[in-house]
Structure formats: C-alpha cells, structure tokens
C-alpha cells in the first residue's frame, strides 16, 4: 500500500473526525478536510510545472500548512525534504544543492532565512488548498518518498532515502506496537522534521486526532496535556530531562496525566537520573523506542514492560522488542560477554543514502543495517543498548565504553550533563576526557571528580581530563555534536591530564 492510498482510506473511514488542530492558531481540518487539502496541494504543485519525483523543501516550524505540504508531496508522488530551520545558511545551502530541491516553500518565521538563500525558487507554503476529493496519483511501492538529511554526531551530513514501501512499512509496526483508537489525541511539541515525525503520520492513519502545541515548555506541556486530553505523546531525552527537572521544582496536579497512556522517548539513551524522575512524575506510562533514520521504530518497550523492569532492577539500556516485521541480530560478538554489534533487517531499511552508494555500501549489507551500536539480548529477546561501537575508547591496551564513565559522573550531585570522548594521547594512545556541565551556582575541582570516578571504576576507565563547560552542543534528537563541542573547548583540550 502507498502513502496516498492510507490518506483515502482515512478519508472514507473518518470524514468528521478531526484529524489536526493547532493550539497556536485554533484551526483543525477534518479528515475529509485534511485530505482533500492533501490532494489539493498537489494540484498547487502540478500548476507549477513540477514534474513528479521532484524534490519538495520544506522549512518552518510545526503547522497544519506544514502537514499538508510534508504529506501531499508524498501522496502526489513528489519528494519531500525537510529541513531544519535551526541550520545554519551555509548547512542549509549545502542540503538544498545536494538534493537538487526543485522548490523550497517555507513558513512565516522563517521567510527571512528562506528569502536570503537565493539559490532554489521558493514561496510561503500555502494556507488554502482548492481540492479535487481525495485520489491520488498511483505510485510503486519502491519510489523514493522522502529525504532526511542526518548528519549523526560528528560527519557530514548525508541525506537518508526512503520510500513509499518502507514508510509504510514503519506505519504498520508503529499501528501494531502502539495501538490506538479513533479520535484518540496525540499532542506533539516536537519539530517535524525529524524522521520521527513519521509516528505523526502513523497516528493518523489510525484515525487518531494529533494536536500540535507548538515550541516544547515543561509547564504548557502539561496543561496542554489535560487541556487536550493527550493519550499519546513523545519527547527526545532533552525535552524529558527538562520536564523532570521543572517537576522537582514546582510540582503539578497529577491530574495533568490522567488521560495520558504512554509518553514515548528514544533517540538517545536516557541518563539514570532523568529515567529515574520521569518513572516518578509519570509512572507506568513511560515508553522507550529504538531507532535511527535509517531503520525507524525498530525496537519498543511498552510502558507496563518498562515499569515491571524497573521493579525488577532490569532497565538499564533496555530499549524494548523487534516490532513486527523487523530482524535483528548481534555480529562480533564477544565470547565472554556475548555482547555484539546491533544489525537490523526489515521493509522498514533506508533505501540508502542519496548519491552516496560509498556510505550506502559500507553500512547496508545483504538487506542488514549495521547500527554501529553495541548491544545484548536476554533469553525473551530483550535488547539492551550497552554503547557504541565507534565510541569505544582504546587506552592503555584497554578498552573502555564511555557510557560508562559517564554514568559514574553523572552520580556527583554537582554534575548536570557531561559527555565522555578520547583525545590523542602519546603515552596511552587514547586518553578519557569528559566534558562537564555543572549544576547551577555550584562549583567542584576538577580533581574532586576524579576521585569519585576513582571509587566507582577500574583505574584504567577514570577520565584523565576534565573539562567544564556551559552546556554541551546537542542535536534535536538529544545527542551530543561532538564537533562543536570541541571547537568549544578550543585550545583547553591540548592541555593535557587534569
């Protein structure tokens, strides 16, 4: 099944059932209305002599105009691109010369960034859309649909392909894992760029309703919760983090929850601390998903699992089950830990990424994606992420995970964040740094960490360097920019041990 035929089967299931509404401006459309504005976007598209498979960008923040230009690209057999309007002009340039965008459309807030482009035809994304019912364009199941650019932590960007069959595919695992029934609201403060915006479209494909409530806020998060009454929600570990961190300090009504069913949070992996106060503030209606652009919705781990986990003292790591249709395997795996690198198989996969079959190659082998993430699995088929292959720091003639090191600082009731790499070093090959974010007004040597991390680990895994700094530079989905964070630091990362 294609995209299109989803939105006209919605159409004729749910005609009166409101399929978006906005906080920020009050509209909602119907899913005869959303539909056929779907439809009707396409016709805008064909008038502007666009031929089908062009690519579509797409720069605002959330909205319904954005909706509909995300998805009817798709239904009309366009390409969609969605950018991220926190991108620099230069990064942005890049993007939209590498996919050859064939048009750029954006929204109000970001009209000035769009205008100063110059080097692709752009217009505001349209706010009416004259219909013509609710058909589409018949499309194979292997045309190419969407480009997500991705740069994960440290590379280049690379835009990740995936068409109408693996999105759909997506869509079926999400239905099944995360039922849902008709009219059932899912609140969304998330942008809409991400790849993970597809748990959106999954939504309404169940006929559930999805509320947009603009930029995230802890407090107008919660009230948005009860106000709307949400069944469903999602965070990136950041957003969650700040909403524990608000909840300790002003504590709201617990009937803020009380139509919540399951908050899902994935991305990064969620730090003890910020696992711990969220099972507090939300109880049993935690939920963790695993997944990357390339193999959205891979694994989950529904809300009532993680919170008998929890009582048993077995959640660390855990990120939940292979979803119906997806395989998963552990390669090179070590005999004494049988920990492995994590593959994934399944109609889910990338196509690849865009005119980069290099990369393509070298991670996507016989229908498997190499996650490049260390994992294991217990005798039910639970999957534990325990780091990443990548990040393992060889020092010394040892081997150490810096998620680790991490979580032993992160134990400091001074220590906020911190992020934990390797530097060069002449005498242990690779030295452990960490770069530390401090509590608010509060202050600690840097040898005083030392000392704690030294009661906690071996002593081949205590950082040799510590590097305080006022935040560190993450990417929407939570992860550290390692790039950027040392251009931070500067010239203090050649200073040597701490």
């Not at 109408?164 to 009219?183: D, E, F, K």
Request: include cysteine.
């Amino acid at each position: 099944m294609t995209l299109g035929a989803l939105f006209s089967s919605a159409a004729e299931q749910w005609p009166d059932t409101v399929a978006v509404q906005d906080l920020a401006t009050g509209n909602h459309l119907t899913f005869s209305q959303f539909v056929a504005a779907l439809a009707g976007f396409g016709d805008f598209l064909t008038g502007l002599s666009l031929p089908r498979g062009a690519r579509i960008g797409i720069l605002s923040d959330a909205s319904i105009p954005y909706l509909v230009a995300d998805y009817g690209a798709m239904a009309n057999g366009y390409v969609r691109v969605p950018l991220d309007p926190s991108l620099s002009p230069r990064e942005l340039e890049s993007q939209i010369e590498d996919a050859d965008i064939g048009l750029l459309l954006y929204g109000t807030a970001a009209q000035a960034q769009a205008l100063n482009l110059g080097s692709v035809p752009s217009q505001p994304l349209p706010t009416a859309w004259a219909g013509r019912g609710a058909s589409f364009p018949a499309t194979a199941p292997n045309t190419l649909a969407s480009l997500n650019y991705t740069g994960g932590t440290t590379g280049q960007p690379k835009a990740v392909m995936h068409t109408h069959g693996s999105l759909t595919a997506v869509i079926s695992n999400i239905r099944l894992a995360r039922p849902t029934s008709v009219g059932d609201v899912l609140l969304n403060v998330r942008p809409l760029w991400p790849i993970a915006s597809i748990s959106v479209l999954a939504h309404l494909c169940s006929g559930g309703t999805v509320v947009l409530g603009g930029r995230f806020n802890p407090a107008a998060f919660l009230s948005q919760l009860y106000t709307t009454a949400a069944v469903f929600s999602s965070l990136v570990p950041t957003q969650l983090g700040r909403l524990v961190r608000h909840e300790a300090e002003a504590p709201s009504a617990p009937k803020h929850l009380l139509n919540l069913r399951s908050l899902d949070v994935g991305a990064a992996a969620l730090s003890q601390d910020v696992l711990d106060g969220a099972t507090a503030l939300l109880g049993p209606r935690l939920s963790i998903l695993y997944g990357m652009t390339e193999a959205p919705w891979s694994f989950y781990l529904p809300a009532d699992v993680l919170a008998s986990l929890r009582r048993a003292g077995q959640s660390s790591g855990a990120v939940g089950f292979a979803l119906n249709t997806v395989q998963a395997r552990l390669t090179d795996q070590d005999p004494i830990s049988r920990k492995g690198e994590i593959e994934i198989s399944g109609p889910h996969l990338m196509a690849g990424y865009w005119k980069r079959p290099d990369l393509t190659a070298a991670i996507l082998r016989d229908g498997w994606l190499a996650t490049g993430d260390l994992g294991e699995r217990d005798h039910d088929g639970l999957l534990h992420v325990v780091g990443r292959r990548k990040e393992i720091i060889r020092t010394g003639g040892m081997s150490v995970q810096p998620r680790e090191v991490a979580e032993a600082l992160m134990e400091h009731p001074v220590v906020q964040d911190v992020h934990v790499f390797a530097l060069p070093d002449p005498e242990w090959g690779e030295r452990i740094c960490a770069a530390i974010v401090l509590q608010a007004d509060r202050h600690v040597p840097a040898t005083t960490l030392i000392e704690h991390c030294r009661g906690i680990l071996s002593r081949h895994k205590v950082p040799k360097q510590i590097l305080f700094v006022p935040h560190l530079p993450r990417s929407h989905y939570g992860k550290v920019q390692q790039t950027k964070l040392l251009e931070m630091l500067g010239e203090d990362i050649t200073k040597g041990s701490t």
